[in-house]
């Protein structure tokens, strides 16, 4: 794999991420994904996309914990959801950055420094799914017949705003990889070590949360 094959790869990513979320909505079911490839650039996008459906049920599950219509039993379990989602999303980023990582693994400069940027690839593609989902549901404000022209309004300047800022980041995702092309920076997987979710880690849940007496 070259640098300008890797680059065309990641920006198809970015356009996927916008393209799936309004056919994910279309579609109205829940959304699947083909299994993952076992190696190279297709598996590096088919990560890209499990990263992105997390965030895309994440959004949904967020958005009905917020109803104050039902129960505490339907905002607990919106909750867990939300505390799995979020692992999913975390660890999605970790996969994305390890594949890249493996996939740069002999294309690097010997001699570059060993310098890093303060976003991942993976962080970075995060936000852009997270951008890719404001700005589908920013445009469906903005459109929205039952909400006031002021409101729609509102919306429309916000949506150009978004839409110009995912272009930013998506430019500069693919600038750091002419980084490192060019030896400039290295990539390097930041891992999370998420410990709210981990019955060994969260005092909550190994403690007296889960039923050990404290002193």
């Known amino acids: 794999m070259t640098f300008t094959e890797l680059t065309t790869l990641v ?5 996927e991420q916008l393209t799936t979320v309004a056919g994910w909505h279309a579609a109205g079911a829940e959304p699947t994904l083909p299994p993952l490839a076992g190696a190279g650039p297709e598996r590096l996008r088919g990560l890209v996309l499990a990263e992105h459906l997390s965030n895309y049920r994440l959004w949904h599950v967020e958005d009905e914990a917020r109803r104050m219509d039902v129960g505490p039993e339907v905002i607990a379990g919106c909750k867990r959801a939300i505390d799995r989602l979020n692992q999913e999303r975390n660890d999605g980023i970790e996969r994305v950055d390890e594949c890249l990582v493996q996939l740069l693994a002999g294309m690097l400069q010997a001699w570059g420094p060993e310098k890093y940027n303060t976003e991942t690839v993976g ?5 852009t799914s997270i951008m890719a989902l404001k700005i589908f549901h920013m445009a469906e404000e903005a459109a929205r017949e039952s909400a006031s022209p002021e409101h729609r309004e509102r919306c429309a300047a916000k949506l150009h705003v978004l839409k110009a800022q995912r272009a930013d980041l998506g430019r500069s995702i693919l600038e750091l990889i002419e980084d490192y092309a060019s030896g400039l920076k290295r990539p390097k997987v930041s891992y999370q070590f998420k410990m709210y979710n981990d019955p060994s880690l969260n005092p909550a849940l190994y403690g007296k949360g889960a039923g050990e007496k404290k002193p």
Not at 123 to 127: F, G, H, N, W
């Open 11 to 15: 920006a198809r990513c970015l356009d």
């Open 123 to 127: 962080s970075a593609l995060d936000r």
